[in-house]
């Protein structure tokens, strides 16, 4: 079957504009996850999703970061005024219930704020 | 400090070899699991194999294979029969069941099979 997908692939922005990004997790999927990649670095944990709800969102790193889910499938997390600090690679992940279950990931959205 | 460290920045095996790739992690919990993911140059995580902190026997994939060693807190991962496909990054990764939610992970090992 398909796998996690994320639009765009790449994304170029100038600093201070707005950018969302998309997640579609596995069909039938119930946890979502998004994770950033600096460059060298391994993922880091930003916000999850049980259903719609975001039931931990203590990695966004402040409140430009925004994450929506409103029907329990496609994820959409948002970046107002971004800033250079913000290119990385967004990647989305989702398992079948829970955190207890392995997470399979998406491609990736490699954002570059100029 | 640091919940998974991976000390191999690269490393190089011939194909056809073994390769076993570190990884030490650092949990008060009494439940976690363990995980290895792969990342080629295209970017896509690709889920490798998982241990529990429970389970008593190590774990094993096809050619790979996790070497659980508990009370040294390790987590090697074993790739036999090394194929030139294998070149990548792999990241060793930790979920604490009762602290959180996320997965953690360490900085990745770069690996490169040469024929």
């Known amino acids: 079957g398909a796998g996690v997908s994320q639009t765009p692939s790449n994304k170029v922005t100038e600093k201070g504009k707005y950018v969302e990004l998309r997640c579609d997790p596995i069909?039938?999927?119930?946890?979502l996850y998004w994770y950033r990649q600096s460059l060298g670095q391994g993922p880091e944990f930003l916000i999850y999703?049980?259903?719609?709800?975001?039931?931990?969102d203590s990695g966004l790193p402040n409140d430009r970061f925004f994450a929506v889910r409103p029907e329990g499938s496609v994820s959409t997390l948002k970046i107002q005024r971004t800033e250079r600090g913000d290119s990385a690679v967004y990647l989305c992940?989702?398992?079948?219930?829970?955190?207890?279950?392995?997470?399979?990931f998406g491609p990736g959205t490699r954002l570059l704020v100029l | 400090a640091q919940k998974i460290t991976q000390t191999q920045p690269g490393m190089f095996v011939q194909e056809k070899e073994a390769v076993t790739l570190d990884c030490t992690y650092d949990?008060?919990?009494?439940?976690?699991?363990l995980f290895w993911y792969k990342q080629p140059s295209s970017g896509e995580m690709i889920f490798l194999i998982y241990?529990?902190?429970?389970?008593?026997q190590n774990a094993t994939e096809g050619r790979y294979s996790l070497n659980f060693q508990k009370a040294r807190k390790s987590a090697n991962l074993v790739i036999s029969a090394s194929q030139l496909g294998d070149s990548a990054m792999y990241f060793c990764?930790?979920?604490?069941?009762?602290?959180?939610?996320?997965?953690?992970f360490g900085k990745g090992t770069t690996l490169s099979v040469s024929s």
């Open positions: 992940a989702s398992s079948q219930r829970g955190p207890g279950e392995t997470q399979y």
């Open positions: 069909s039938g999927h119930t946890a």
């Open positions: 999703f049980q259903g719609t709800g975001a039931a931990d």
């Open positions: 949990t008060s919990d009494q439940s976690y699991g």
């Open positions: 241990q529990g902190s429970y389970d008593e």
């Open positions: 990764a930790m979920r604490e069941y009762e602290a959180g939610t996320a997965l953690i």
